[in-house]
């Protein structure tokens, strides 16, 4: 894959629909070798690749500065679980596996609501050539999920005065994940990443949008 021609949507919807169960690179590999990008366009197709590969260490490193900004607060760390919680429910995989989970449990003590959240989502009158939209969680589409679960994250944190902290920790960690990103040398594994199953998986639909 030529990251240099992956677009920021491209790699959104990638990050959208890949799994998140794989483990995090190790410490080793993920410090391994630094150097500066030697042109804009080499920087940009670094970029890209290295958010796809260290996905799953940018989003600890992430919640770690989170998790240290409010340690002392639980109210405040509940308002960050739910932006996360947000956050990974843009995740197709994400979504759905936490729905079904949910419809399951449900299921067991109330098999009539369980088949009635099942039915609310296969009636829901969705768009096909909306992709993104055709996601539902516990019946419902899931921009209403996330939408709701956001305001609610936002006003608590702004109720514990929390916006400030929130601005600084999250900015720092973006500032250490873009600076990673940006000097981490994409080495043999992460190319490969880009033309395995993994990758070619994730891009099933792009066939869809070239049409």
Same mark, same amino acid.
């Given at each position: 894959?030529?990251?240099?021609?992956?677009?920021?949507?491209?790699?959104?919807?990638?990050?959208?629909?890949?799994?998140?169960?794989?483990?995090?690179?190790?410490?080793?590999?993920?410090?391994?070798?630094?150097?500066?990008?030697?042109?804009?366009?080499?920087?940009?197709?670094?970029?890209?690749?290295?958010?796809?590969?260290?996905?799953?260490?940018?989003? @600890?490193?992430? &919640?770690?500065?989170? #998790?240290? /900004?409010?340690? !002392?607060?639980?109210? %405040?760390? +509940?308002? *960050? =679980?739910?932006?996360?919680?947000?956050?990974?429910?843009?995740?197709?995989?994400?979504?759905?596996?936490?729905?079904?989970?949910?419809?399951?449990? @449900?299921?067991? &003590?109330?098999?009539? #609501?369980? /088949?009635?959240? !099942?039915?609310?989502? %296969?009636? +829901?009158? *969705? =768009?096909?050539?909306?992709?993104?939209?055709?996601?539902?969680?516990?019946?419902?589409?899931?921009?209403?999920?996330?939408?709701?679960?956001?305001?609610?994250?936002?006003?608590?944190?702004? #109720?514990?005065?929390?916006?400030?902290?929130?601005?600084?920790?999250?900015?720092? =960690?973006?500032?250490?994940?873009?600076?990673?990103?940006?000097?981490?040398?994409?080495?043999?594994?992460?190319?490969?990443?880009?033309?395995?199953?993994?990758?070619?998986?994730?891009?099933?639909?792009?066939?869809?949008?070239?049409?």
């Amino acid at each position: 894959m030529d990251w240099s021609n992956v677009t920021a949507g491209e790699l959104l919807d990638a990050l959208r629909e890949v799994e998140w169960k794989a483990p995090p690179r190790s410490p080793k590999e993920f410090f391994a070798k630094f150097t500066p990008p030697k042109t804009a366009a080499k920087w940009q197709s670094r970029l890209k690749c290295n958010v796809y590969y260290y996905r799953t260490n940018y989003v @600890i490193l992430l &919640v770690l500065a989170l #998790l240290f /900004a409010f340690y !002392r607060s639980p109210m %405040a760390l +509940l308002s *960050i =679980a739910l932006l996360c919680f947000a956050m990974l429910c843009t995740n197709d995989t994400f979504a759905t596996s936490y729905s079904d989970r949910v419809t399951r449990m @449900i299921k067991k &003590v109330n098999p009539q #609501l369980a /088949a009635k959240i !099942r039915n609310a989502g %296969a009636n +829901l009158n *969705i =768009a096909p050539s909306r992709k993104n939209s055709r996601v539902t969680i516990l019946g419902l589409p899931r921009i209403y999920v996330v939408l709701v679960t956001t305001t609610l994250s936002l006003a608590l944190i702004y #109720l514990f005065s929390a916006l400030w902290t929130v601005g600084i920790y999250s900015g720092v =960690a973006f500032g250490v994940i873009l600076s990673h990103a940006s000097m981490r040398t994409p080495n043999l594994k992460a190319r490969l990443a880009s033309a395995r199953e993994e990758f070619r998986a994730v891009w099933r639909g792009y066939n869809d949008y070239t049409i």
